[in-house]
Structures are given as C-alpha cells and as structure tokens.
C-alpha cells in the first residue's frame, strides 16, 4: 500500500529541493518513490499544438496515450477533482511505496489518510501552515541554515544543510509499520 506524503510550503520554500532529495535517499534504499507535483495553471498542458497526441485530443479521445521505449505517459483530458477523495482516487492506483504530494494544500492540509511534511525557510512560515495542518503530521523542514524554528517538541524539525538521515529513516518507518498492517 502506498504511503501518501504531502508536501506543503510557501514558493521558494524549498519544496522541490526537498522532494529531490527525498526521492534520491529513497531510491538508493530500494524504495519505490513517485511525485505528483500540483499545478495551479488551469491552462497547463503537456500536450504541444500539432502534434499527433494534440491531434488525437483535438478529434475527441479523453485518454491518449504516449509511449516510447523508455517512458510512457497518459493525457486524461476530463475534468480533475481536486478535493481529497478525488486526489487519492486518482492517485491511489500507482505502483510505488512512497508517492510525494507537492502542494494540494486546500485538498490534503485535513486529511487523516494523507502524512504532511511542511517545508519553510523560516519558523514563523512553517507555523502558519502547520496550523491549518491535521495529523499525521510527519513534521517540519527548515531550509535556512540560521533560522531557529521555536516549535514545541509535538512536532519534528529537519534543517536541510544538516542532511535527511533521520527523515529518511523515519519514511521508511512509516513503511514498514504499513507493511505489517
């Protein structure tokens, strides 16, 4: 079963470094990992203008899908739930351990089935989205060397330039609890 971890901060927090990171330890421990990163643009698309994939969603498919020997994607062009129960929906049919939820703090910051990581440069921006935050709560990462997060002992601190082991560690915690339940 996966293990979902939403990964919530300000821009330029940190939160895509922090994810790289993640994903890299993770790997290298044999871990399965996937990112679903939210995009806020409605008008995003991976889909190019004249291409055959563009071409085919052009004509009417809902699903196209891409595929090349060393990668393959699918375009679902049909309108997206963004509530929890639609994310986890989509998401949950996935073939890793660990699926990192970049952003989707509307949709996840409540739920009881989601793990948050909270990724800020300060304390005082760590605090401000924690407290919107409903366990499980995985705990906090500080991105800047100098930054004191003056948090209570309730909720864990990692700083970045001090390396991940124990985050790491905790992760694959999580794992195997999951595993034996």
Request: proline residues 2%; charged residues 30%.
């Amino acid at each position: 079963m996966t293990i979902f971890i939403a990964v919530f901060g300000r821009k330029k927090a940190g939160k895509t470094r922090t994810i790289e990171m993640l994903v890299h330890a993770l790997r290298r421990e044999g871990v399965r990992v996937g990112v679903a990163k939210h995009v806020h643009h409605a008008d995003f698309t991976i889909d190019t203008r004249g291409k055959d994939s563009w071409r085919f969603t052009e004509a009417g498919a809902q699903t196209v899908y891409i595929v090349s020997p060393n990668e393959w994607a699918v375009i679902h062009k049909v309108s997206t739930d963004y509530s929890e129960a639609g994310l986890l929906k989509l998401l949950s049919p996935t073939d890793v351990d660990v699926l990192f939820m970049e952003g989707f703090y509307e949709a996840l910051s409540k739920s009881r089935r989601v793990v948050k990581l909270v990724v800020g440069r300060s304390g005082e921006e760590v605090s401000s989205l924690l407290k919107g935050c409903e366990e499980p709560i995985l705990g906090c990462v500080i991105t800047s060397d100098s930054a004191d997060p003056g948090f209570s002992e309730k909720v864990k601190t990692y700083r970045v330039h001090e390396g991940f082991d124990t985050l790491i560690d905790d992760i694959k915690l999580l794992l195997s609890q999951r595993r034996k339940s």
